[in-house]
């Protein structure tokens, strides 16, 4: 099945959100702290506010889930995931990598199309089910690298590498590679899907922070796999990359 329209309508929404949340960015906001210590402005509620209305009123019958308490049940089987703003700690200290994600379930754990949207990049990913991966516009895909001499690898919160069963090898393994970057999560893994980058390593995500990568990585040709080598968005971790080092990546982690 193609999802055109469903694509194309989160395409639209998530320009929509990420507009509001760039004058918001501009302009100034005031900062909350969530009961798990992350912050959350009056630009991450409006988006999703946004978001939710555009696809309420494209799909009355598929549920919704937000980051910010987004909640619907509905009847169709399928299922919005929003994230309104990715890298609140970024939007926070005005640096610029943070976006709009958000994607399509279209049963338990089959992500069907997503965006990733950069508003003070100007860069917007999206994908969906057999229709490629594309980048304002224009298709990418991974790169052929296979060995870790020539790979960029990206991580997300260092910090918690540690925790992993591997947490105590990753420097030294990271030391093999030919460049070792830390841009955050979102922009790490639009890297891996655009050719940018050939690993990245997320510890610690929740469902709407994974789902928008696993569909653009994989429609980029790319490979999305959890550390205990399954393929969830809802195991709380992931890493993406190359084909070529996948083998490479499932020995390390397991």
Known sequence: MAYVHELETARKAALEAGAAALRWWREGFETETKADDSPVTEADREGERLIAAALEEAFPEDGLVGEEGAAKEGTSGRRWLIDPIDGTRDFVRRNRFWCVQLALEADRDNIVAGVVYFPALDEIYYAARGLGARRNGKPVRVSGIGET?????????LGKIHREPFGGRFLEWAARFWAVRNPGGAPGAMMVASGQAEVWFEPSGEAWDLAPAKIITEEA???????????SIYAGNCFTCTPELETELLGFVG
């Open 149 to 157: 001499s020539r790979a960029v690898l990206c991580l997300n919160d």
């Open 221 to 231: 040709s790319g490979v999305f796999r959890n550390f205990d080598g399954g393929t």
